[in-house]
């Protein structure tokens, strides 16, 4: 079938495109089913300082197992729920969730922080501070605990909203980061002219570093770079010792990646900050060889 669109424009539909944005409607349905019957869970990444490899907080990835479609990764589904109002809810329910369990980590860990990943149209959403605000009150958590990980595209999609929703969480208290550093279109400049705290360099760079000159000086210049602003600088995605060595010579403090830990359930995540406080402050030194 073809649809006439104007006076010149002629699109064709072909029954795949049918199919597709049938599968779309149904994924969102389900989705929201999920949402509604308490299917969506939140797993836990822990973000360590590369110095003393000791947790400063954890990242909350959102985690859904469709009782139709067995796991669905984010990959899949945050993307379409992003495209429709949903994904308002979904982070709402996220802000809660992760909150409400970082208050109950801080009793036994009180430094703890909480990354968590916010959509553009969540942040462009004129109740959002507001929500922010209160959960953090209701559970009794300082702002300054919370890091709201955006990307580049809300800010790109509505500059002017973007940058007044970024003052008012930042005259709360909370921390802001950009996530997949260096992989979005923004300039410079937008470091200056929105209040940033934190810059994650997206994973692509750091798995590339050590096989290309090309990859390392940029890592090398965003760290450089965040130095001089005076912003910090996750590296995200460390999967092996030598990309972790690379960093801490590079002068990066904080990382995440599969090399430290992957994205835990929670009681598993518990017990990982456990086990990191439970360990000596210093490594214990090898024994010198007698004389
Ligand atoms: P992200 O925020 O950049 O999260 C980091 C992703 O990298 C996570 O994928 C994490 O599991 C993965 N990762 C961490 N370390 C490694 C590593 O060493 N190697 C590799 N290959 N991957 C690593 P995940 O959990 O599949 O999430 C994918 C994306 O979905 C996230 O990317 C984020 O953009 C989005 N997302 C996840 N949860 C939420 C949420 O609650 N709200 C929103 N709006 N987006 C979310
Ligand atoms: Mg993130
Ligand atoms: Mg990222
Ligand atoms: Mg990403």
Redesign the pocket.
């Known amino acids: 079938t073809a649809k006439k669109r104007g006076a010149s424009q002629v699109v064709v539909f072909e029954p795949q495109m049918l199919a597709e944005t049938v599968e779309r409607l149904d994924l969102v349905a389900d989705l929201q089913r999920a949402l509604q019957q308490g299917d969506l869970r939140?797993?836990y990444?822990p973000l360590v300082d590369l110095r003393s490899l000791r947790p400063v907080g954890v990242?909350?990835?959102?985690?859904w197992t469709c009782p139709r479609r067995g796991v669905v990764?984010?990959?899949e589904f945050?993307g379409i729920?992003?495209e429709s109002d949903l994904?308002v809810d979904?982070?709402l329910w996220?802000l809660r969730e992760?909150v409400r369990q970082l208050a109950r980590w801080r009793c036994d860990f009180p430094g703890l922080g909480l990354?968590?990943?916010?959509?553009p149209r969540?942040l462009l959403d004129r109740d959002f501070v507001s929500h922010v605000a209160d959960t953090l009150l209701i559970e009794g958590v300082p702002a300054a605990a919370l890091t709201l990980?955006l990307?580049e595209t809300a800010m790109i999609r509505d500059p002017e909203m973007a940058g007044h929703q970024m003052t008012r969480l930042k005259d709360l208290g909370l921390r802001v980061a950009i996530?997949?550093f260096g992989t979005g279109y923004s300039s410079l400049s937008y470091l200056r002219r929105f209040p940033v705290d934190e810059l994650?360099i997206?994973?692509s760079f750091?798995?590339a570093m050590n096989r290309s000159a090309e990859d390392l000086a940029l890592v090398r210049t965003v760290i450089d770079l965040a130095e001089a602003l005076r912003l910090q600088t996750v590296a995200?995605?460390?999967?092996d010792a030598d990309q972790l060595a690379t960093l801490r010579t590079l002068g990066c403090r904080i990382g995440?990646?599969?090399?430290?830990s992957?994205?835990l359930v929670p009681t598993a995540a518990a017990e990982y900050l456990q086990t990191a406080q439970d360990k000596p402050r210093k490594a214990p030194t090898s024994p010198r060889p007698q004389p």
């Open positions: 939140l797993h990444q990242e909350a990835l959102m985690r990764p984010p990959d945050i729920a992003e994904i979904m982070g996220a992760g990354n968590l990943n916010i959509a969540q990980e990307t996530d997949d994650k997206d994973r750091i798995n995200e995605g460390i999967e995440q990646g599969y090399h430290l992957r994205p």
